[in-house]
C-alpha cells in the first residue's frame, strides 16, 4: 500500500482507492462544486480506463447536486459502461443510492428526465 497525500490514493494491485473526503475536504457531499471535484479526479482514471474504488466513508450527506456533477457527468461523457471502471464502496444510503440513479438517468436519458420533471411540476401545480 502507498499513503500519498492524505490517503487519497490507496493501491492495491490492481486498483486504486479515492476516498471522497480527502478530494473534497469535507464530510458533506452537499455542493456541486464538489461534485466537480470529484469529476475532474475520476476523469484521470476512467479516461485510462483505468479501475477505481470510490469509497463514501466518513461522508454524512450527499446531495443530487454533487451526484450529477461527479457521475452525472461521467455519465455523460462515457456512457453506461463506464460504471464497469469503479466499485463503489461504503455507499450506504438508500437515498445516495437513489440520487446515483437519477444522475445516470438523467445523463443517459435526458427525455425521461424531462418527463420525470414535468411529472413533478404537475403535483405542484
Not at 47 to 61: L, R, T
Not at 72 to 101: H, R
Request: include cysteine; charged fraction near 30%; glycine fraction near 6%.
Amino acid at each position: 500500500m502507498i499513503l500519498r497525500k492524505s490517503i487519497i490514493y490507496l493501491h492495491r494491485i490492481d486498483m486504486t482507492t479515492l476516498r471522497i473526503t480527502d478530494i473534497i475536504g469535507t464530510s458533506n457531499a452537499i455542493l456541486q462544486k464538489f461534485g466537480f471535484l470529484l469529476f475532474d479526479k475520476l476523469d484521470i482514471f476512467c479516461g485510462k480506463g483505468d479501475k477505481v474504488i470510490i469509497s463514501f466513508e466518513g461522508i454524512n450527506a450527499v446531495t443530487t447536486g454533487f451526484m450529477n456533477a461527479s457521475f452525472g457527468n461521467l455519465y455523460k461523457k462515457y456512457g453506461a459502461d463506464i460504471e464497469n471502471l469503479w466499485e463503489l464502496k461504503d455507499l450506504i444510503d438508500d437515498d445516495w443510492k437513489e440520487k446515483l440513479e437519477d444522475a445516470k438517468m438523467i445523463a443517459l436519458s435526458p427525455e425521461k428526465a424531462k418527463i420525470a420533471t414535468k411529472a413533478i411540476d404537475d403535483l405542484f401545480n
